[in-house]
């Protein structure tokens, strides 16, 4: 049997067989790969049964030989070397043209050292953010592509086949961009989805701790949230979490070891922001949060030394929990507004042309950050492409004005009792200090000088001109370098 398959997949773990299944199901033939070929077995005996259009390969040569030309190969392998090592082994068997497609959480300085690697050599190369988790995979991802521009075509059809659908029937996957675009996307959702995780953490650490609500009472609050503004996935599974009982009837929730894990994407999106001079704050924080969340034992030694605030709250806990929602909202507008400014300036970096409003609406449906919250950016961007920041268009403004008295007050209270929440006290620290016209930074610059020459700008002068002053009258007017990140 030759050339039968319309794409292949290697990498026979739960996201690779259910996007093959999901692909199947789209009408396309798919051959499948793995390194451990008794995968491939199991999977054509088990999930994938009866299904003739789906082709099993034992080797590397069976695998190519089954597919049409040219070739479509999608790697879902783990990131790093091991999409490196495939590549390597899968070149002998290409022919100019053909295309190899990387849908694992690869770092996007890896997607565009390939694109062009294997565009030196004659080959087409994608790098694509793949989010949704399993029930995505099988049923419908969002979809965020970039790389060679030139394969878009050809996997076009397929991505738009297999991708959610928003409600209008728009499938939540387009091209991104060149190179690394697609998997830069990716990690901002990734990001993005750090941020919501926290803040909803927080907001659920406040109702506990501070108006001692239990389990059921918080499904019903987050039930109830999932059918406004804050109608999400993450709120939505939120509200099951709080519904879930163990085998005693017991919320299963409050069983769990408080030690969160991560995998990296949140952190490269905190590195990238340094490095780009963006204040993604919120994402910072929540990665923080969850490094402080591991040391565990060190923290329980602490609480048995370290004193706090023994106030206890004494109002109304209805309205603390309508400010808590509104807080909650607001932090996410400004985690939402610092992803966009950040991917606005790697766009500028890296020379991509990103389209903010069509990423949103990737982002609507099947992915992990996935909210009615998303259509609202998008109508943002399509009204004005060129916005800076979402802070500035008029719903999100109008609703951060609505919302700013409660989330000032749950800050206020939060830190009155000595509850943390970075997440939701930082994104307001970033939206006063976004709003203010001047800040501190006039004394640090005299401080930088003070110590190490390192010049300053004037007010009372253009921008772009820097001055030194002496201030010991002992240091010399000779200034140092200076550079601006």
């Keep these: 049997m030759t050339e039968q398959a319309d794409i292949g997949l290697i990498g026979m773990a739960v996201m690779g067989q259910n996007l093959v299944l999901n692909m199947n199901d789209k009408g396309y033939a798919v051959a499948v ?10 999977f054509l005996k088990g999930a994938a049964a009866g299904r003739e259009t789906i082709l099993g390969a034992h080797s590397m040569e069976e695998f190519i030989s089954l597919l049409k030309r040219p070739r479509k190969i999608m790697l879902m392998v783990k990131a790093g070397d091991a999409v490196d090592s495939f590549i390597e082994v899968i070149l002998p068997y290409l022919d100019e043209g053909d295309l190899i497609i990387d849908g694992g959480n690869s770092h996007y300085p890896d997607t565009t050292r390939r694109t062009d690697y294997l565009e030196a050599k004659g080959f087409l190369y994608i790098g694509t953010g793949v989010s949704g988790g399993e029930e995505g995979a099988r049923f419908g991802p969002s ?32 091209w991104v961009g060149e190179n690394g675009s697609g998997h830069y996307v990716k990690m901002v959702h990734n990001g993005i989805e750090y941020g919501d995780m926290q803040l909803i953490c927080e907001a659920y650490h406040l109702m ?9 009472a918080m499904h019903k609050v987050f039930a109830d ?17 709080m519904g879930f009982s163990d085998e005693d009837e017991q919320p299963l929730v409050e069983k769990i070891l408080d030690t969160a894990g991560q995998k990296g994407t949140g952190k490269w999106t905190g590195i990238s922001a340094l490095d780009l001079g963006v204040p993604v704050t919120l994402i910072g924080e929540a990665v923080f949060a969850r490094c402080l969340s591991a040391m565990k034992e060190e923290r329980v030694d602490a609480s048995r030394i370290l004193k706090g605030p023994t106030a206890e709250f004494d109002g109304d806990g209805e309205v603390f929990t309508e400010d808590i929602r509104k807080a909650l909202l607001a932090s ?14 790697a766009a500028r970096e890296h020379g991509w042309n990103l389209n903010y409003g069509g990423i949103a609406l990737m982002w609507r449906g099947g992915c992990i950050i996935r909210s009615v919250f998303l259509d609202h950016i998008k109508e943002a961007f399509d009204k004005n492409p060129d916005l800076n920041n979402l802070l500035l268009d008029d719903y999100f403004r109008n609703l951060i004005e609505e919302c700013q008295p409660a989330w000032r007050r749950v800050v206020a209270k939060a830190v009155e009792l000595g509850i943390p929440i970075p997440a939701l006290s930082t994104a307001l620290s970033f939206y006063d200090g976004y709003r203010s016209a001047r800040l501190p930074a006039n004394l640090l610059q005299a401080q930088r000088d003070y110590f190490g020459a390192h010049t300053y700008e004037r007010t009372d002068r253009q921008r772009g001109e820097f001055f030194h002053t002496n201030w010991t009258g002992t240091g010399g007017d000779v200034a140092s370098s200076t550079y601006n990140a």
């Design 33 to 42: 790969f793995n390194r451990t070929v008794s995968k491939v077995d199991d």
């Design 332 to 345: 996410k507008i400004v985690s939402y507004a610092q992803g966009y400014m950040l991917m606005r300036e």
């Design 143 to 174: 979809i965020m592509p970039g790389g060679n521009p030139d394969a878009w075509p050809l996997m076009k059809e397929i991505f738009q086949a297999i991708a959610a659908k928003t409600d209008d029937g728009s499938p939540c996957c387009d």
């Design 225 to 241: 949230w999932n059918t406004g503004e804050l109608d999400s996935y993450l709120i939505e599974i939120t509200r099951d979490i």
């Design 208 to 216: 506990k701790n501070v108006l001692r609500l239990d389990a059921k």
